[in-house]
């Protein structure tokens, strides 16, 4: 049996009406390779804006894009914009600054 090297991607925001624009769905399966690949590899591979980024929810961890996402990895891309509380809640205002 082959082995699955895929990490479930979803998109939230402006990232979401970006996907669906372009004819995508909000979530996806994405292959991975089996050392993993950085967030913002992974998000670029799929054609995302980068810039717009602010954090990678990864198996209910928020993370800057340095995170290295593996294969089996539950991934979500949140744009800059969450409104006020929840950014610092979420930990993303973190995330955001980390890689700056």
Sequence with gaps: MAENHTATVRVFGMLREFQLARGLVAETLEAVPPEGISAADLARRMGLPVDSIEGAFCNHTIYGLAHVVRPGDQVAFVPYGTP?????????????????
Excluded: I, M, S
Aim: no cysteine; glycine share 18%.
């Design 84 to 100: 006020g509380p929840h950014r610092y809640f979420l930990g993303l205002y973190r995330a955001g600054h980390e890689e700056r």
